[in-house]
């Protein structure tokens, strides 16, 4: 009894050690599957029809947005990194390549856009007069739809961004995870 539980033991051990090794096996050729997957090279489909959504409910609420950024490819972002650190300008992102939802489409910037169709970055403005700030009210609507929105974080006001991270991180990003594999 004592031979056979032992036997018992040692097969249970093989067979356990077999499967972790075919696991492992399995998990490293994921992983380095998903470090070779590329960049995408533009917005996500389900970030680009929110997009689409908000200017029309902006729209309607008497709210006139401009999409002033959407996909941006790393090269892109080092630039805009760069901006008031190496070159000209002020300060407008701490993200470098790589570390921005724009980078992976899954980020869009807006502004206000005038009558005479003048752009503005004015975040009191109330041109709809109803006694709310538009861009509050376009906020909501994001927020609304889905996005995150860059005003609400706490250490960097990031006014006109909104996100759609679908539960990833930017370091799950840059392992190469994609909203696909989230949402399946």
Do not use: C
């Amino acid at each position: 009894m004592k031979h056979a539980k032992t036997a018992f033991s040692v097969l249970f051990l093989l067979v356990l050690g077999g499967f972790l090794f075919v696991w492992i096996q399995r998990e490293m050729e994921f992983r380095e599957e998903l470090e070779q997957r590329p960049l995408p090279s533009g917005l996500h489909p389900i970030v680009e029809e929110k997009t689409d959504e908000l200017v029309r409910q902006a729209e309607a609420a008497g709210i006139n947005i401009l999409i002033t950024d959407g996909f941006r490819s790393v090269e892109e972002q080092n630039g805009l990194h760069a901006q008031g650190r190496g070159s000209q300008g002020s300060i407008v992102t701490h993200a470098r390549g790589g570390e921005s939802y724009h980078n992976y489409g899954l980020a869009i910037d807006f502004a206000l856009r005038l009558k005479n169709g003048e752009v503005v970055w004015d975040t009191e403005r109330d041109g709809n007069g109803n006694g709310k700030r538009d861009w509050f009210e376009v906020a909501a609507i994001a927020k609304e739809l889905g996005f995150t929105w860059g005003g609400d974080w706490r250490h960097f006001k990031d006014y006109p961004h909104l996100q759609m991270s679908f539960g990833l991180s930017i370091s799950e990003l840059q392992q190469g995870y994609r909203p696909e594999d989230v949402m399946d």
